[in-house]
Structures are given as C-alpha cells and as structure tokens.
C-alpha cells in the first residue's frame, strides 16, 4: 500500500522559510518523478514544482520560481520542498504527489497518480 507522509508545515511571518518533507513508501520510488502541489480554500488544486526520478531535472510554477527548491533524498524514497521568501498569497495546503506514467505534464493534476493527505503552510503578513 502506498503511503505518502508529509511533514513541516506550520505558520510563519511573511518573508520567512519553510521546509517540507514526503516521506514515501509501499513500492520503489526511485522509478519516479515526485512533486508538490497545493490547494488555497475555495481554489482549485494547483502544481507547485516536481523532480525527476533521478533528481536531474526540475520544474517549477512561475509564482514560485527563485523562491522554492525541489529536492530528493539519496535514497529517492523522500522529497522535500524549501520554501523561502514566503508570502500570504503561498498560504494553503500542501500535497506531495507521485507519477507513476512516463511522458505526462508535470503540472497537470491528472498525471498524478498518487497523493499524500496534505499538510498546512499559513503566512501571515
């Protein structure tokens, strides 16, 4: 069974950092592409950055380009999100997603095929 397990969100001061982690296990995730997404209230779930299965590549929203980072742990079981320069307008939950299908648009939320259960990033200003 896949379990995707995130951690790190809270609340922070506009102008501020946040790290956010996935954790993913039940198959061999070194195969696949990860990513995050996020979902403000009232807002349709939208794409926010995404690695390749070997970390060699990377992609972002433009509203979140220069700000956050994608990473990948060495085992490639775990992703994480640097979030810096944070606004109010970044405030929502934060899903980490897995794409098991090869050749599908990162930032389309039906190339997902796998999500974690979200964890909350408040900024105040």
């Known amino acids: 069974q896949v379990q995707l397990v995130e951690s790190g969100g809270g609340l922070v001061q506009a102008g501020g950092s946040l790290r956010l982690s996935c954790a993913a296990s039940g198959r061999t995730f070194s195969s696949y592409a990860m990513g995050w997404f996020r979902q403000a209230p009232g807002k349709e779930r939208e794409f926010v950055a995404a690695?390749?299965?070997?970390?060699?590549?990377?992609y972002y929203a433009d509203s979140v380009k220069g700000r956050f980072t994608i990473s990948r742990g060495n085992a490639k079981n775990t992703v994480y999100l640097q979030m810096n320069s944070l606004k109010p307008e970044d405030t929502s939950i934060y899903y980490c997603?897995?794409?098991?299908?090869?050749?599908?648009?990162?930032?389309?939320?039906?190339?997902?095929?796998?999500w974690g259960q979200g964890t909350q990033v408040t900024v105040s200003s």
């Open positions: 690695i390749s299965w070997s970390g060699g590549s990377t």
């Open positions: 997603a897995v794409y098991t299908r090869a050749r599908r648009p990162y930032n389309d939320v039906s190339s997902v095929d796998d």
